[in-house]
Structure formats: C-alpha cells, structure tokens
C-alpha cells in the first residue's frame, strides 16, 4: 500500500480539472468527481510556459548560473575524446555596442560548435577581437590634431578595451560556447609579436614589397586603402565630361585629313584628373569612325556614334571613313593646357566600346590600367594630387590647394571649357571609405604591398580544396582571387602595428633583417606596443649595429586585415576546420586569410567556409537609425521600457530559424514575436513531459522489448526526426533544424502525448503500462533536448535542471539508439495513420468508439502483429475488433459504447453509473484516499 504524494500547491483542482479537459477527458457536461481527483496523476512541475520582463531576465541569469554556463566549454576540453573541431573566430571590430548582426554571427558559431560538441568531438574556439584601426583613433583624436602619436594610442587602446569588455558582456549573456577570459585581441603583445615575425618570413619570402602604385587614397581620412576597406555608393553624382583633343600627328590612314583638325574625343566622370593626362588609349581589334562636325573631323568608336552622349556632342555628324583600332598606331595629339608637349595615342586591352566614346583618357597616377600602359611606355607617373586630396602647388593654372572633389573639378572644367563638348552630371556606384563615409579616389604613391599578383595561383588552387557554403558563393570568391593584382597593407596613421621597417637616409632603401625583428620583440615586452613611438631611433637600434644618424623610422602602419589576416596563425598556428562570417568577408578576411595561409604554408588556413546573410528590417529594408528600425539585440534579451525582454532563447531562436538558409535575414517585432509563441509552444510540450517524468527513477524505466506500441512509435519518430535533424545540423541548415523541431512536437503532441494521456493519468503507479509511457517520455526529452541544445542551450539546460534523472544535455550530447529505429513499425505505420484518419473523420467521438477493423488477409496479418489494446490505443478507440475479408484494401465500423462513464477516468466502462470501470478499481485497491 501506498499514498501517492499531494499535488504541488501551484496546481490547484481547477488547474487540473482544466488540463484535463484540454487533453479531451472532460466535455464541459462531465465533472469529475471530487473523491478521485487526488488519485489522478497529473503532471507536477515549477517550470514555467513562459516568462518576460524582469522574471526572463532574472530567470535567464539563474539559468546561466545554476547550469554553469561559464564552465561549459572547459568542461568538455577535459571531457570530450573526439578529434578536436576547430573553428577560429573572425574577430569584431572593438568599436561600441554589440549590433544585431554580431548576434546572429556569434550565435550561428555557437550552434556550430555545440552540435560538434554533442557529436564528441572536442572543440576549439578561442575568441578575438580586432583593436586597431581608423574609427577608434578618430574617435581617440576627436578633432585634436596636434595630439601626439602616444598620446592617441593611449587613448585608443583604453577605447578598445572599454567597447571590448562590453561587447564581451553580450556575448556572455547569449550563451556562447568559449572561455572569456582565453581571448586574442590583436593590440596584445603576444599578438603584435607574432604578426611582426610573420611579416618578416612572407617579406623574406618575396610576397611583401614597396613600391610606388596607384592606390584607393581616402582624403578623408588621410591613408591607403585597401579594396575591402572600400563602401560603394550608387547614387554618387560626378560631373561628367566629353572632352577633344586635337591630333598633331596622325598615322598613314588619316593622312587625308591632313587639312582639317583632327580630334579624339574622350569622356571622363573624373575631369580633375585631366590634369594628368599623359595618353589616349584606343583597343587594336575595336573599329573607329572619323566623324565630320563644325568642318572638323573626331575618331570615335564605331559601336559608340550612336550612342546618346556622343549624337549630343555632335549632333548631325556624318560618317567620313572607318579605320581599325591598329590604324591609330602613331598619332599624336596635344593637350589644352599643355601646348608645347605632344603626347601619343596607345593601343590598350583595358579599352572596350560599352560607354564613352572608345577612346579612354590615360592618367598613369590616378588608376591601374593607366600605371600598366605608364610603365609599359615611360610616361610620366608624377601625382599631382597631394594626401588631402588637393593638387599640389607646383601644377600652377590657379589649382594649388584646391580640393579635386569639390572647387578643382570646376576650375578645370572652366579651364577646359573651349575644349568641351557635353557636361553633365553622372549618378553612378563610386567607391567610399567604409569609416568616414566619404569619396575615395585612386592616387599612385609609395607604399607597402603584398603581392598577390605572384601567389594568385596558388591561392587559386588552395581555395579550390576549401568546402564553402553557400556553393553559389564559389565563383565570387575566386573571382576576388583572380581580379586584385596585389594588396596595399600599409596605412599612414599610428593606431596600429607599426611596419617594422627603418630606411636608409641617403637612399630610401628600406632596412629589415631577422636580427632587427627580435630586437623589436624585445622592446614590445619592454617598453609595450607603442615603443616605435615612445622611444628614439638611437634607443630602438641600440645594439644592432646600425647607425641611427643615418637612418629614420617609418611611419606606416600595417592595414588592419593584415592585422586580422594573420590571425590564424597567431592564434591557431595550424589549419581551422571552419570560418563562419557574413558574406562580405569573401572581399575581406577570407581573402586575407588565404594570401596569409598560401604564402606562410601553401594551403588555406581553414577546411571549410559557411557565411550568413545580412540583416534587414521585416520590411527588407538595410536598418538605420533614421528610419527608426534599428533592432538593438540587449532590447530582446533585456527588454526596454516599452516593450518587456523576450529573452536569450528567443532571440537565439530567431537566428536559427532565419540566419542560416538566406542572404537577408530579417528581423523586426512581428518576427520576434513569432519566434517567441514558438519558444512557448515548445516549452509547453517540455512542461507536459518534465511534469510526467519528475519522479521517475532510472531503476523503474522499462527495456525497450517491453514497451507499448504507441511509445515504441513515439521512439521511432523520435529517430527518425533525430536523423533528419542531424542532417540539417551537419550541412548547417539550422532554418531547417528549428523547422523540423516544430513539426516533431506538433505531431508528438497529437498523436503520442493526447492518446498516452489515459495510460499517465490513470494506469497504477507502477505498473508496466505507465512506465512504458514514462520511459518513452524519458527518452523523448532527453532526445529532444539533444537536438534543441545548439539552438536553445540555455531552454535546454533549465529543463534538464528541473528533472533529477535527466542530464545536462551539454554534457550527454547526442542522445539516440539505433533499437529506436524499427523497421517493422515503418512498414506499419502508413496503414495505422490511414486508419485514423478514417476515424477521425467518421466518428465525433473515437475515445468512446469501438472499432471493427475489416481487412484482406496482408494487411490484417500486418495489424496482428500487435494487440488490439495496443491498436486501439495508437488510434484512440476504446476497442478494437480484427476481421478478414476477401475485400483489398481496408474498412472500418464502429459503434458508441454502451458502458457508463467511469467516475475516476470518465472513459465508458463502467458497468452502472456512479461507480468505476474495472481498471480504476484495480488502481485504487491499492491507494489509500
């Protein structure tokens, strides 16, 4: 004998009489019986279906703390025994406050590295955070420009340690997988060590060289750039220009013209570089026109004579005779504002007929193409323009000084105007500084570089063994690979790594050794990072054996995405399974990465690359505070004065579910609120199973050979919805993942939990009905919690935290058995889900139904292979009856039971009113009321 236990105080007896009319026990007419309501066993558990506001909050934290969240990721190094699973970090900038965009980066490694944990494999994921760089010393010098170098790097570096450690609080909070006090931020000695003696083994190489080269110059803000560190506008208004430039000597073909002026004509969307021109290039294999206008004669590109801008300059024009591009072979043509120097005509493959006049105005300073044909020919390379983005004073023509974006455009244009046909303005994509969010353009100067352009094969051929997802990403990828001929790493500003390079007074040559990198080392750990700008040249070469009169220090710095570029193997030292990061890092780390991986190792740092979309309002429009969109991921998880906290998993859910399977991730309260009944949905599955199992011992649990049909069926869905979701979780498909978790327990619910109620609620304690169903619940939130862990670790450990018998679902992993899979109920199952349906069609009420199934021999063969109660249970009859007919296929009959309602169970199987049905009799013999 036995008294079962009272009910928690939370669960009062209306409570229960209504979770048991939810379940379609009670129809409002029938009223259980006050007598047996102590004998029903209803689910007992504190934890919540839900939480927000101050409760989530705190909530969240007791979670952190009681689960041990911060000793997770040192927990399974120790543990785990399977081969080690790397992912390195891409490390954020150290600039303000966590956006939702680091949200869903953060949180999509974390589902990574957790999956791989439950998989048994020891992981590692140290993360990083990237701490030089122009936005934090703009905002170090704030408009002071007379603060010194040390002064501003002192600034900065307590910048960057603030925006870190509160960037480092957020990320805490979400969950992630790591230890917080192992990180590598790249101002760090060890770091600025490592990257030093890195620079010097891929210059002794060959691969880093400096070199006079037209790079992106930011006037703005007063350095190189490189093509990553570049935003592009599309609505840039430039001022454009047709622009003629008379012949002075021409070529066999057009001698006869030799009586009239003969003119090239170009068109420009920069008219302040005119100033540099040195040449006019045409394409060999392209045909020209020599068009007649106003008595004179102008060569443009046959394709182009009807183009829009070319019949606005010269309207009515005809055709005089054509020539092939070879023809123009000798010409010379004099410019404007130079008079008295001819300058040639030069055939160039960067030419084509898709804009303009076919005929490209060629200043070697200011663009790529331009260098190459200035190289090839000995032009003039000389930049006019100054760091400021002005011309220099000595170009003369009342420019000095003038800004060649703003004022100097008009001047040269007013200078010009003689000359120009057609003026307009140009709204077209131009290229901007990513931090200042102003212009850019291309201006030659001396520089440091790595030379891409020699490794390009290779890196070619290591990108090509790399695994990147998405696959349609891979073309893009090695198109970046093959269009950049090199890399400018140095930057004229002082917030940085210093490039460890003295120069030699007399000659500019620069002076770098082994010898002088250890040197540099030592004063790192002496004097700290800035001792290139703390001590003198005498005190830095001291001992080396070089005379510091005659020699001075650079004054660059190395660009940032070498700083992060070289992380792996400052950090890692050895290839990473895995990068993960949005997908403009194709242009960026990516790409810096491999260079740095090919050129120290000959392979690329990582085996595999997955990116995520970008994050847009619900709308699918780009977030800005202007249009007052901004989502702020501290406002979901910690609430805001209008709108309660929604909490981590909340916001985690969202990131799997929308993260992963788009280039555009959108966010916004609709979708958030979204996110959230889903979260409650499942935990109000979770709350039914932990209610049930809060008791359950090991010792009680039932071997898999003696369990009812309808848990055995649970089982194998169970493994079934396991494998699929392991699927998705390895081909990272968490969208799908989160998907196929809410179809699971929206099919658990309906066809296991709903029909396993009666067996829970009413069968003895012990007997071996009820723990069967107990023990398929075991194994269901076990199972399930499993696979929501990557997602939801947090949902996941409160509710393992609530039941003694389970375990934290970190630490078991993956927990599955193959005995689940059973292949007799996968040929059962089809024919017992068309049964029910067919009851659940034709009967108003299947639990008081009693069920004749007719059947040709096959299929009834199939059906003895379990009991009737068992049958009748998984299809939620009273009974069932199996005959054999002649008949293919199946029918069913059924008739209303004639028993009366049981006063404890209200099924119909009592035999008078007012009294119970057999089983709740045989249950309460034992139990003292």
């Known amino acids: 004998m036995y008294v079962l236990h009272n009910l928690r105080p939370n669960f009062c007896s209306k409570c229960q009489i209504k979770r048991l009319h939810t379940s379609g026990w009670l129809t409002a007419k029938k009223v259980l019986s006050k007598k047996y309501t102590d004998t029903i066993l209803l689910p007992r558990t504190s934890f919540p279906v839900k939480l927000e506001g101050k409760k989530r909050i705190e909530r969240d934290k007791q979670i952190f703390d009681e689960c041990e969240f911060s000793k997770q990721y040192e927990w399974q190094r120790k543990h785990r025994i399977g081969p080690e699973f790397i992912l390195h970090d891409g490390p954020p900038y150290a600039n303000g406050n966590p956006h939702i965009g680091h949200a869903v980066n953060k949180i999509l490694k ?29 905002k170090a010098v704030k408009g002071d420009k007379n603060l010194q170098p040390v002064k501003i790097r002192e600034i900065a570096e307590k910048f960057a ?15 992630v997988l790591t230890n917080w006090d192992d990180h590598y931020r790249t101002m760090n000695k060890d770091y600025i060590k ?62 006869k013209f030799s009586g009239q002026n003969v003119y090239s004509l170009i068109w420009t969307t920069t008219p302040w570089s005119l100033l540099a021109n040195q040449a006019i290039c045409y394409n060999e294999r392209e045909s020209y026109s020599l068009l007649e206008y106003g008595g004179d004669v102008y060569i443009v590109a046959s394709k182009l004579v009807d183009s829009d801008g070319v019949r606005r300059c010269l309207k009515d024009c005809r055709i005089l005779d054509t020539v092939s591009g070879a023809d123009l072979a000798g010409c010379f043509y004099v410019h404007p504002l130079y008079p008295d120097v001819d300058r040639p005509l030069l055939g160039g493959d960067h030419v084509t007929s898709s804009s303009g006049t076919g005929l490209v105005h060629t200043a070697p300073a200011h663009g790529q193409d331009d260098f190459k044909i200035g190289l090839e020919h000995n032009l003039s390379l000389d930049c006019p323009v100054d760091e400021n983005g002005m011309y220099l004073d ?12 703003g004022e100097g455009t008009d001047r040269i244009i007013e200078l010009l105007k003689s000359d120009i046909l057609l003026e307009e303005d140009f709204i077209h994509s131009y290229p901007y500084d990513w931090r200042t969010k102003k212009p850019v353009f291309i201006r030659a100067s001396k520089q440091w570089f790595f030379d891409t352009n020699k490794l390009k094969e290779k890196a070619l051929q290591a990108a090509r063994k790399v695994k990147i997802q998405p696959q349609s990403a891979v073309n893009g990828f090695q198109g970046v690979i093959e269009r950049r001929p090199y890399w400018c790493i140095s930057r004229q500003r002082v917030w940085g790594t210093p490039i460890p390079v003295i120069y030699n007074l007399r000659s500019d040559e620069s002076v770098v050794t082994e010898e002088l990198i250890g040197r540099y080392c030592d004063l790192i750990d002496q004097h700290g990072t800035g001792f290139w700008w703390k001590l003198d040249i005498a005190e830095i070469l001291e001992g080396t054996g070089l005379d510091p009169s005659e020699h001075r220090l650079g004054d660059d710095i190395l660009d940032i995405w070498f700083d992060s570029g070289i992380s792996w193997a400052a950090v890692l030292g050895r290839q990473a399974d895995l990068y993960l990061e949005g997908l403009d890092q194709f242009s960026g780390w990516f790409y810096t990465s491999l260079f740095t991986g090919v050129a120290l190792t000959e392979e690329a740092p990582y085996k595999e690359i997955f990116v995520h979309g970008f994050t847009l309002d619900e709308n699918g429009n780009k977030m800005s505070k202007s249009l007052g969109n901004v989502v702020d991921p501290r406002d979901i998880v910690d609430g805001t004065k209008k709108k309660p906290a929604k909490g981590v998993d909340v916001l985690r859910w969202w990131v799997g579910l929308h993260a992963s399977g788009s280039t555009s991730v959108l966010v916004g309260d609709n979708i958030l609120s979204t996110s959230q009944m889903e979260v409650n949905k499942i935990r109000n599955m979770l709350r039914f199973c932990l209610g049930q199992i809060n008791s359950l011992k090991s010792d009680r649990m039932v071997d898999y050979t003696e369990l009812m049909l309808l848990d055995k069926i649970l089982l194998h869905k169970l493994r079934v919805f396991q494998e699929s979701a392991l699927r998705s979780y390895k081909d990272k498909e968490y969208n799908k993942v989160c998907l196929s978790v809410l179809a699971f327990i929206s099919d658990v619910s309906a066809s296991h939990l709903h029909l396993a109620k009666d067996r829970l609620y009413c069968d003895a304690e012990s007997s071996l009905s009820r723990r069967s169903a107990l023990t398929g619940l075991f194994n269901l939130t076990q199972g399930l919690l499993g696979v929501l862990a990557p997602v939801v670790p947090h949902l996941a450990e409160e509710s393992a935290n609530s039941v003694e018998i ?52 096959e299929r009834l063969e199939d059906l003895k292979l379990y009991s009737c109660e068992d049958l009748a249970e998984v299809l939620g009859v009273l009974s069932v009856n199996l005959v054999q007919t002649d008949s293919q296929g199946f029918d069913i009959e059924g008739e209303r039971s004639e028993g009366a309602y049981c006063e404890r169970c209200r099924r119909p199987q009592a035999q008078n009113d007012h009294e119970l049905c057999k089983r709740c009799s045989d249950v309460l013999q034992n139990y003292e009321i």
């Open 110 to 138: 974390d589902m990574t590295v957790r999956f791989e944990c439950s998989q048994g494999r020891r992981v590692h994921f140290v993360t990083g955070w990237d701490c030089h760089g122009l936005p934090i010393e703009l």
């Open 161 to 175: 340690s603030k925006s870190l450690d509160g960037q480092r609080d957020q990320f805490t909070k979400w969950g």
């Open 194 to 255: 490592a990257q030093l003696r890195k620079f010097f083994e891929i210059y002794q190489k060959g691969y880093i060289f400096r070199g006079y080269m037209p790079v992106y110059w930011s006037p703005s803000s007063k350095t190189a750039l490189a093509e990553a560190e570049l935003e592009y506008n599309p609505e840039h208004r430039s001022t454009s220009v047709y622009v003629r430039f008379r012949l002075t000597s021409s070529s066999s073909k057009l001698d």
């Open 394 to 405: 000595t170009v003369g023509f009342g420019l000095a000084g003038s800004s060649i974006l």
């Open 806 to 857: 389970l375990r934290s679902p970190t630490e078991v992993g993956w927990y599955s058995d193959e005995a689940w899979y059973n292949s007799q109920l996968l040929n059962s199952l089809p024919s017992l889900e068309d049964i029910r349906d067919r009851i659940n069609k034709e009967f108003s009420k299947p639990a008081e139904t009693k069920l004749t199934i007719k059947a040709d021999k």
